[in-house]
């Protein structure tokens, strides 16, 4: 099913409310979704001025060319085809089951924030993520509402939140933190 909106979506701003505070860079790399404008206005409010969104869905594209308010480098094409920077946020929300995400995984190493469904099930898609990325959990703390909960992931190569919610759907997200 595909999302119309996300402005309503107050659980999914919540998680990327908290997410979004463990990074300062002015500049992000994101999949700006349906509400182009409103993820524009956010992360700029957030500080970040210099944004690219990247769109490889011809209809979708053509809504938010349609719809762009605000000056922004547009690029139609698969995110794998991103420049890597050690002082950009990747925020991927991707919406899809991380079956068939390896190479996604594999590409981005360090400060990004990864949004998939979890219709295949919470567990298989924290297995998959680390198997993906060839990673080990040494240590794992929950930690528990009120407000969001979360896990903090330590692995052989460094440390992750993970987070999941629901809206219209069971989501989660995966921040890479160190």
Sequence with gaps: MTKYTYINASNKHAVREFLFSYFRFNSVVGLAGPDINDYLKW??????????????????????????????????????????????????????????????????????????????????????????????IINQIDTPGPGLRNKLFQTNLGKYLFITYFDTSAMCCFAKIS
């Excluded at 060319?65 to 002082?87: H, M, Q, W």
Aim: glycine share 4%.
């Design 43 to 136: 992360c700029e409010s957030r500080g970040y001025n210099n944004i690219e969104v990247w769109e490889n869905e011809p209809s979708v594209m053509l809504k938010q060319l349609s719809e762009v308010k605000t000056p922004v480098r547009y690029r139609f094409g698969n995110i794998l085809d991103a420049s890597l920077s050690d002082n950009v946020l990747f925020d991927l929300d991707y919406c899809v089951s991380i079956r068939y995400m390896r190479e996604h995984l594999q590409k981005f190493k360090d400060n990004f924030i990864m949004t998939f469904s979890t219709r295949i099930g919470v567990q298989e898609t924290i297995d998959k993520f680390f198997e993906f990325r060839g990673e080990t």
